[in-house]
């Protein structure tokens, strides 16, 4: 695939100039709001987005293919507003001049105009934000339709119309819930006629993704992010039933899953134009049920000499799967994500995180960090038996049992498609009506043993707690043991405390040097006055950016006094202790409580009944 030179930064355009008509589809994929209401967006953001890389690649797949005519070019322009300010006049007057066109040709301007804006895979923190863009372009005449996780979410679980969903369809905006890949070339048709329905939903037609375009992102905007990192997704779906996620709900419980031929398209595709570096974004790749073949031919790529290096989000079981982590890193992978969420099997049970062993952490962890993959664990508080002092307590274990390199910590919040939001919400139970609070950072429930305002502060104390300069030279020291160079980790703790401690935002919404826009703020709050908003800004951005080169100063100390010292390749402490028995250590965390207890019974009773089962095979085998 092959894209010109965009005519603004940040954006990218396709398609020939010999069409007699010209359609413009803009793809926009919407930020979210900051405690302040202003827009987050950086110089460079560190996340690409799939869902932009998805429809782009599907749109100009549409126009390479002619799909809505041989007279109808398909002209693509995308921004990812957490890296770009969107030029809504300049969009304006692209879409304006192509219906102009339109209306001297054969269509007497009885068509749709110029073109369709696209707000793409928003999710509901982003809604918010997404409804604001919608209103600027729809005040201008522009047909407008969002898409993504919230409106697929409420269409595919609520019984009704959520209030969300019916204030776009007020405003003239087009709903699309599901996934676009069968469904795209009859929305562009329509859009094209002028004919856009209000709603479409597509959720019982969830498409096989084999042979199925591929995510793309042209090298303009890969620059946007740091210029060697994109994204796309191996397949879609996951088998489990966790009550707080949404994806289960929006791609199903099947696994469908893309070829490998059509990740070596896509991985050759990104060569060419200097991209090396993703983020598989499988909600579990464990479960991709092709998951062998495509790491074979990413390390038959990386054995030409193609550079491929990703990070992929799976289970806490994957490793149990023979080969898995071995064929990983043949393939490529350098971090890996898994959803460890807590260490308290009642809460596990109260999240239907049946999955979860707390007897296989241990074991989990040390056969990544064997193959030298840095490890991310997700850490969900807020659940119904959490307080401030146990989930200090649980982090303290963690830092000492645990061998994790870096730890996402999130509030449970029940998320529009979710299992948890559809309870709370058919039970008629308070949920926070403001959406721009549902980014995993901010309290949105009412709390059983936990107020509001204490839940919120124990939030912020954990990543304080666990980000400890003292903890920090301890997993440098856990590096150095296992192979990994330090300099990762110091790496990864600076983005993520970095973003967490002095941005005050989740690494997921993280970049470099963050841009505050005086007039992007919430619509229902006052424009600042700008002898004020400036100053404060610049206070703002010294303040924050003093705090994170002191803290990457003081880690950097750390870094260089753990390698310069010989007694680190050879560091022990109990989370890298090796594991024999794991059912017959003895660790504070499988005494947490009750629960705790009965987990590590039952994890000792199956472990006998295997040991008893292989026994009773070998007896069988040795008789014949």
């Known amino acids: 695939m092959t894209a010109s030179v965009p005519q603004d930064a940040g954006?990218?355009?396709?398609?020939?100039?010999?069409a007699k008509r010209r359609f413009h589809v803009t793809l926009i994929k919407p930020s979210h709001y900051d405690k302040d209401g202003y827009v987050i967006q950086w110089w460079k953001a560190w996340i690409p987005s799939n869902s932009l890389a998805a429809l782009y690649g599907l749109t100009q797949d549409l126009q390479e293919r002619r799909v809505?005519?041989?007279?109808?070019?398909?002209?693509?322009?995308?921004?990812?507003?957490?890296?770009?300010?969107?030029?809504?006049?300049?969009?304006i007057a692209r879409h304006r001049q192509a219906a102009a066109e339109s209306a001297d040709g054969d269509k007497g301007g009885r068509d749709g105009g110029g073109g369709l804006v696209c707000l793409v895979g928003v999710q509901s923190n982003q809604y918010p934000r997404a409804l604001a863009i919608a209103r600027r372009f729809r005040a201008a005449g522009q047909q407008v339709a969002?898409?993504?996780?919230?409106?697929?979410?409420?269409?595919?679980?609520?019984?009704?119309?959520?209030?969300?969903?019916?204030?776009?369809?007020?405003?003239?905006?087009?709903?699309?819930?599901?996934?676009?890949?069968?469904h795209l070339h009859s929305v562009l048709g329509d859009a094209l006629a002028g004919e856009l329905k209000p709603v479409y939903n597509a959720m019982n037609q969830l498409p096989d993704l084999q042979g199925a375009v591929t995510p793309f992102l042209p090298e303009p905007l890969v620059r946007r992010y740091d210029g060697v990192l994109s994204s796309f997704d191996a397949g879609?779906?996951?088998?489990?039933?966790?009550?707080?996620?949404?994806?289960?709900?929006?791609?199903?419980?099947?696994?469908?899953?893309?070829?490998?031929?059509?990740?070596?398209?896509l991985i050759r595709a990104n060569h060419a134009q200097g991209v090396t570096h993703y983020f598989i974004t499988d909600d579990n790749f464990a479960r991709n049920k092709n998951w062998e073949a495509i790491f074979d031919r990413m390390a038959e790529l990386r054995g030409e000499g193609i550079d491929i290096r990703f990070l992929i989000q799976v289970d806490v079981l994957a490793h149990k799967i023979p080969g898995f982590i071995d064929k990983a890193k043949a393939a490529g992978c350098k971090q890996v994500f898994i959803g460890l969420e807590s260490i308290n099997p009642a809460n596990l049970k109260e999240m239907k995180k049946n999955q979860?062993?707390?007897?296989?952490?241990?074991?989990?962890?040390?056969?990544?960090?064997?193959?030298?993959?840095?490890?991310?664990?997700?850490?969900?508080?807020?659940?119904?038996?959490?307080?401030?002092?146990?989930?200090?307590?649980?982090?303290e274990i963690i830092q000492r049992e645990i061998p994790v390199d870096v730890l996402e910590i999130t509030i449970l919040t029940p998320l529009p498609g979710s299992e948890d939001h559809k309870t709370l919400y058919t039970k008629g139970v308070w949920m926070d009506p403001d959406l721009n609070k549902y980014d995993l950072e901010c309290v949105t429930f009412e709390h059983p043993l936990m107020s509001k305002e204490d839940l919120q502060q124990a939030y912020w104390d954990a990543w304080d707690h666990y980000y400890t300069l003292e903890h920090a030279e301890t997993l440098m020291r856990r590096a150095m043991a296992d192979g990994i160079k330090p300099v990762r980790i110091w790496q990864n703790l600076l983005q993520i405390y970095g973003a967490m401690g002095f941005e005050r935002v989740h690494p997921q919404q993280c970049g470099y040097f963050r841009r505050r826009v005086r007039a992007e703020r919430r619509p229902e709050l006052p424009r600042e006055n700008a002898l004020l908003f400036y100053p404060r800004n610049v206070l703002r951005t010294l303040r924050?950016?003093?705090?994170?080169?002191?803290?990457?100063?003081?880690?950097?100390?750390?870094?260089?006094?753990?390698?310069?010292?010989p007694a680190s390749k050879t560091y022990r402490d109990l989370a890298l202790t090796p594991v024999v028995s794991a059912e017959d250590e003895e660790?504070?965390?499988?005494h947490l409580n009750q629960a705790a207890e009965a987990a590590v019974a039952k994890a000792k009773a199956e472990a006998a009944a295997r040991e008893r089962q292989a026994a009773k095979r070998a007896a069988t085998g040795a008789a014949d």
């Open 236 to 265: 879609r779906g996951c088998p489990f039933q966790c009550s707080f996620c949404t994806i289960i709900n929006v791609q199903g419980r099947k696994s469908r899953f893309r070829s490998a031929d059509d990740v070596e398209r």
């Open 544 to 565: 924050s950016y003093a705090g994170i080169g002191l803290y990457a100063w003081r880690l950097h100390r750390i870094r260089k006094r753990v390698e310069a010292d």
């Open 146 to 182: 969002i898409g993504g996780f919230h409106v697929s979410g409420c269409l595919s679980m609520l019984p009704e119309l959520h209030e969300s969903l019916q204030e776009a369809l007020d405003m003239g905006v087009t709903l699309f819930a599901g996934e676009a890949e069968e």
């Open 68 to 91: 809505l005519g041989d007279g109808v070019e398909l002209a693509i322009d995308a921004y990812d507003e957490m890296n770009i300010v969107i030029p809504y006049n300049k969009i």
């Open 587 to 590: 660790l504070e965390m499988f």
């Open 11 to 18: 954006t990218a355009r396709g398609g020939e100039a010999s």
């Open 356 to 395: 979860n062993k707390i007897t296989e952490y241990r074991t989990m962890f040390q056969a990544w960090r064997a193959r030298q993959v840095v490890t991310y664990a997700g850490f969900i508080m807020g659940l119904p038996n959490d307080t401030p002092e146990t989930i200090r307590r649980d982090l």
